[in-house]
């Protein structure tokens, strides 16, 4: 019996990626193709149309500092990159700094000013 | 408090954005609905970098500390050592929070760079030819799949692409 790697298919949620994946690289004979020109272009997710990048774009998962550095590092040598990022906004001001500006501008006001100011200031 | 070393400065430089960073690091100002300006998050070009080490707030002395010279001091020690043992740029301490607002601007306004945020990258194969990554939009649960000749893992020390590529990581946790 052949040894099968344990860690391979330890993530199943990955092998309709995989079937995807095959499909769309390996290269189908006439026949196949004339067959398949129907569904060539879709996942093996439901209907979900795949993007082909421009030759040597580079996708970047992340848009923190490593994410957006990056992508402003490739622009420099003239190379397209597209940055997805879960998150709506970047990183925002760290809750216990803010609180401690609050409690300082609660006495005049503050409330009204900190709102404002974390609007103007994406805190 | 967060801090851009000496190699992420230098890169800076060269894409000639150092300056416009130390200078969001050293005083951010803040405009009132008065005239008044409150300096927030500012260090000092004259601060010293020092890293105190300590037990908890509760005690009045550091355990030990690691003394590191100030921003201008540092540009003096590189003018001093002029043999190509030092950098070319001191470091900068500045919030994250408010690099990554910078670098996002510097982005947006970059026609190269697409910035697609609300999107969550989910799993990702690769094959010979290409690596196939599938995207969520946290809001829409609207999914989309690339395909795409390289794929760079910006996502952090629990890095999703680095599990699917089954790529380990050295070490363990602190």
Redesign the interface.
């Known amino acids: 019996m052949s040894e099968v790697n344990p ?1 391979y298919y330890a ?1 199943r ?2 092998i309709p ?2 079937l ?3 499909e ?2 390996s290269t189908p004979t006439d026949m196949e193709n004339q067959e398949n020109s129907h569904k060539s272009n879709h ?1 093996a ?2 209907d ?6 421009e ?22 040598y ?17 809750i216990v ?1 803010w609180r401690s ?1 609050t409690d300082l501008t609660q006495c005049a006001g503050g409330r009204k ?1 900190t709102s ?2 974390s609007d103007r ?3 | 408090m967060d801090l851009t070393n000496v190699r992420s400065m230098e890169l800076l430089r060269r894409l000639g954005f150092a300056e416009e960073v130390r200078k969001l690091g050293t005083e951010l100002q803040i405009p009132t609905m008065a005239t008044l300006i409150i300096h927030l998050s500012g260090v000092p070009t004259t601060t010293p970098y020092n890293v105190y080490i300590t037990p908890g707030l509760h005690t009045s002395k550091a355990i030990t500390a690691w003394e590191f010279p100030c921003v201008e001091d540092l540009r003096a020690h590189i003018r001093d050592q002029n043999d190509g043992s030092m950098p070319s740029e001191p470091w900068q301490r500045i919030s994250q929070a408010i690099f990554e607002r910078y670098l996002k601007t510097r982005c947006d306004e970059n026609p190269l760079v697409d910035c697609r945020f609300g999107w969550k990258v989910e799993k990702s194969v690769e094959s010979e030819n290409g690596v196939l990554v599938e995207a969520v939009q946290a809001q829409s649960g609207k999914k989309a799949t690339f395909f795409t000749q390289y794929l760079a893992a910006c996502d952090g020390a629990s890095s999703r692409t680095r599990r699917d590529m089954e790529i380990p990581l050295d070490g363990g946790p602190v």
């Open positions: 860690s993530d949620s990955l990626l995989h995807a994946l095959y769309m690289t996942a997710n439901g979900a149309s795949i993007e082909r990048l030759k040597g774009t580079v996708l970047i998962a992340g848009g923190g500092p490593v994410g957006l550095m990056l992508g402003t590092v490739l622009a420099h003239g190379v397209k990159s597209i940055i997805l990022e879960r998150n709506e906004s970047t990183t925002k001001l760290s700094a500006i000013w404002r100011m200031w994406n805190f």
